[in-house]
């Protein structure tokens, strides 16, 4: 790979990186705050409300743990729960028959998690066993 190519792919990991952990972050303060459409939504997916307060934490954690440097296994766990977050989200929303928009928002952002999983440096990955 180019010293150009190699650029490039970093500041897409940045970028990447930056807007999930953003995502989750703001997600994980609204979570925690109850806002009051995230109620609105919880209840009529069937959800507990105190779910808000799990899903607020997790979120928090992941993307603290994303950003922090080491801590290479901790990466792939908060990827995971990214993943199965997002998931979730959508099949939940796909269930209760919601517009088709909100299952897709879950998934437009799932994928700029899994390019940030994708594009990140060898220090930020588990070693290969």
Request: with cysteine; aromatic share 6%.
């Amino acid at each position: 790979m180019s010293e150009i190519e190699q650029k490039n792919k970093t500041r897409a990991y940045w970028v990447s990186t930056a807007l999930i952990c953003l995502v989750m972050t703001g997600g994980g303060i609204s979570d925690l705050l109850r806002v009051d459409d995230l109620q609105q939504t919880m209840e009529r997916l069937g959800y507990p409300m105190y779910l808000l307060t799990m899903l607020g934490v997790a979120k928090l954690l992941a993307g603290v743990a994303i950003l922090a440097p080491g801590f290479t296994r901790l990466k792939e766990w908060a990827y995971a729960g990214i993943t199965f977050d997002l998931l979730g989200a959508s099949i939940s929303h796909v269930t209760v028959k919601d517009p088709v928009q909100d299952a897709i928002t879950p998934l437009a952002v799932l994928a700029i998690a899994l390019t940030s999983y994708a594009l990140r440096p060898d220090s930020r990955k588990l070693p290969s066993s």
